[in-house]
């Protein structure tokens, strides 16, 4: 099937380990994304790499690294976990750069639900 | 204050019906703003897509409008269906079509009852 994938699906994990999340997209798109949807179901961009060069990266922890090894994945790396870090974190992507992005659709991927105990 | 605010937070209708979800914005200058919706445990589903310039866009039951004058945009979804229930995203873009300012709306939680 065509679409974004993300793995784990869940996450339950203790304060202070580090978790990676993985995200691939099989659409052929040049830019990839990782939103946050916290509890009260606000997305916020946290970062943005185009053809795996880093776009986008809002203001967010160090704790916080992406890494895209090629342009279908952008994984998402977590350091010592803190309990603020809870929520569900999405991967995206879309066809053209952020400059094209004004009317470039996005496809997201099933989520991943972080839960730190 | 978020500048995408919309309504109601939820809404319960019954199979069959048609509803009307509200969602008013502050993003200036305006390039589009996006319906999306989100099943749960799902990521969100791009349902309509408009420019400053378009008044009505239509996908299937769903149709979206735009007075960008009064800066309000609604999402009529008729005939309802079970799988209908969801949560609406409205999303606005300045008029840089930079990701980095896409400004998302926290959702309108739509029950279908049989």
């Known amino acids: 099937d065509t679409a974004v994938s993300q793995t784990p699906k869940y996450l339950v994990t203790q304060m202070g380990n580090d978790k990676s999340i993985k995200c691939e997209q099989n659409?052929?798109?040049?830019?990839m994304y990782w939103y946050k949807q916290d509890s009260k179901k606000f997305l916020k961009i946290m970062f943005s790499?185009?053809?795996?060069?880093?776009?986008i990266n809002e203001t967010v922890p160090n704790r916080f690294s992406p890494k895209s090894p090629d342009k279908a994945h952008l994984n998402l790396h977590i350091n010592s976990l803190e309990l603020g870090d809870s929520a569900v974190y999405f991967c995206?992507?879309?066809?053209?750069?952020?400059?094209?992005?004004?009317?470039?659709?996005?496809?997201f991927g099933p989520g991943t639900r972080l839960t730190v105990l | 204050k978020n500048q995408v605010e919309q309504s109601p937070q939820s809404l319960i209708i019954l199979e069959g019906k048609n509803c009307t979800l509200q969602?008013?914005?502050?993003?200036?200058?305006?390039?589009?703003l996006r319906w999306y919706k989100q099943d749960t445990g799902r990521g969100p589903v791009s349902l309509t897509i408009?420019?400053?310039?378009?008044n009505t866009k239509s996908n299937g039951r769903y149709t979206a409008t735009l007075d960008a004058d009064t800066k309000q945009s609604s999402l009529h979804i008729t005939a309802s269906q079970l799988s209908d229930s969801a949560s609406y995203i409205c999303?606005?873009?300045?008029?840089?079509?930079?990701?980095?300012?896409?400004?998302f709306g926290s959702g309108t939680q739509l029950t279908v009852l049989p």
């Open positions: 995206a992507s879309s066809p053209s750069g952020v400059a094209g992005l004004s009317l470039s659709e996005q496809f």
């Open positions: 659409l052929g798109h040049d830019t």
């Open positions: 790499y185009n053809n795996k060069e880093l776009i």
């Open positions: 969602c008013n914005y502050t993003v200036s200058p305006f390039s589009n």
């Open positions: 408009m420019t400053f310039s378009e």
């Open positions: 999303v606005v873009s300045p008029y840089s079509g930079s990701a980095r300012q896409l400004t």
